[in-house]
């Protein structure tokens, strides 16, 4: 069985004649402190590196974001302006389309009102459950809705008719969803619609 001295003697053998060189002689001392200062430094160095690319990538979102705020700021900053331009009986229509209270009646009025200029019956009212916030001064306006269904019986000229009304009517007022069924045993429809109206809260 051989020795251990044996067995690495061989890697001796290789190792010797470099250790030998005048390079390594003189300067071998000094290449290995500073590989091993390179790779220390290399290691210690990684997360800031990597902490400065991440606080740059955020720094860049950041101010994307400010550019958008700042670019909205500026699109409400002029709206207002060239709303406080508008004409008189303009920003009244605004009011009366788009109210400052919930005003559930004038709704039903509107709805009524309009299914008897047009000899419509209605057969169905239904106003959606709402919660309704009491105001403050210094709380901001925001637009909310009111969620309705209506149903309405009479011929095809009048439903259209009355339709029309409650599009152009000065309650603003979107429409959904919309269907017109038969009456069974008659020549009357049925107009379905569920829509919304909006006021400011």
């Known amino acids: 069985m051989k020795s251990k ?9 290789y190792i010797q004649p470099v250790t030998k060189l005048p390079i390594i002689k ?12 390179s790779l220390l430094i290399f290691f210690a160095i990684k997360p800031t590196i990597e902490t400065i690319l991440v606080l740059q990538k955020k720094l860049a979102d950041q101010n994307e974001i400010l550019q958008k705020v700042t670019q909205k700021a500026n699109d409400l900053s002029q709206g207002k302006k060239n709303y406080d331009n508008l ?13 400052d209270i919930v005003s559930i009646k004038s709704l039903i009025q509107t709805l009524e009102q309009a299914a008897g200029i047009h000899e419509a019956s209605v057969s169905a009212l239904q106003i ?6 009491t105001k403050t001064e210094d709380q901001m306006r925001a637009l909310s809705e009111i969620s309705f269904t209506f149903n309405a019986e009479g011929d095809y000229k009048n439903l259209l008719d009355l339709l029309r009304d409650l599009k152009s009517s000065s309650r ?22 569920s829509g919304k109206a909006y006021y400011l809260k």
């Open 5 to 13: 001295s044996t067995i690495y003697s061989r890697y001796f053998t």
């Open 128 to 133: 959606q459950p709402l919660v309704i916030n």
């Open 172 to 193: 603003l007022i979107s429409i959904d969803n919309l269907s017109i069924s038969k009456v069974s045993d008659s020549q009357a429809l049925i107009m379905s619609l």
């Open 26 to 37: 003189n300067y071998g001392s000094t290449i290995f402190t500073l590989l091993t200062m």
């Open 87 to 99: 004409d008189q009986n303009i920003k009244e229509k605004i009011s009366a389309g788009v109210t």
